[in-house]
């Protein structure tokens, strides 16, 4: 099991996380992604999840990287990442704002969700989880 995963500071403004999604042909499988950092002005195409965070409790986990570290997710997360992942092929790029902002930056967070309504408008789909 890897060490809880630490974020890389963004180095601009205008730059966001997107997770990469590691395919899995069993549903069942653990998570395993990359967040990758990448300026919004020339972003490669990605998608955008809207869900319910519901109650803060963390009690599943995404393995981030080749090292494995980990990132503590909610039930309903999970469920969503476990529909969502491909079976085969490419990464999935997706765009959680639960991920893809250090929820535990302050100083991040002021910066990132001003960005959001951009995020969502230049995905090339928003996908609505309602678990």
């Not at 395919?23 to 998570?31: E, I, K, V």
Request: proline letters at 9%.
């Amino acid at each position: 099991m890897g060490s809880s995963y630490s974020y890389q500071p963004l180095s601009a403004a205008s730059e966001i996380r997107i997770l990469e999604l590691d395919s899995a042909d069993a549903p069942s499988a653990p998570l395993h992604a990359s967040l990758a950092h990448e300026p919004l002005d020339q972003i490669t195409p990605y998608e955008a999840l809207s869900y319910t965070w519901g109650a803060d409790v963390f009690p599943h986990q995404l393995h981030i990287g080749p090292e494995s570290h980990t990132i503590n997710i909610t039930s309903n997360l999970h469920s969503a990442l476990q529909h969502l992942r491909p079976r085969t092929g490419p990464p999935r790029r997706l765009w959680i704002d639960a991920l893809c902002i250090n929820q535990a930056d302050p100083d991040e967070k002021s910066k990132q969700i001003p960005l959001m309504a951009a995020i969502y408008r230049d995905a090339t789909k928003v996908i609505a989880w309602l678990g």
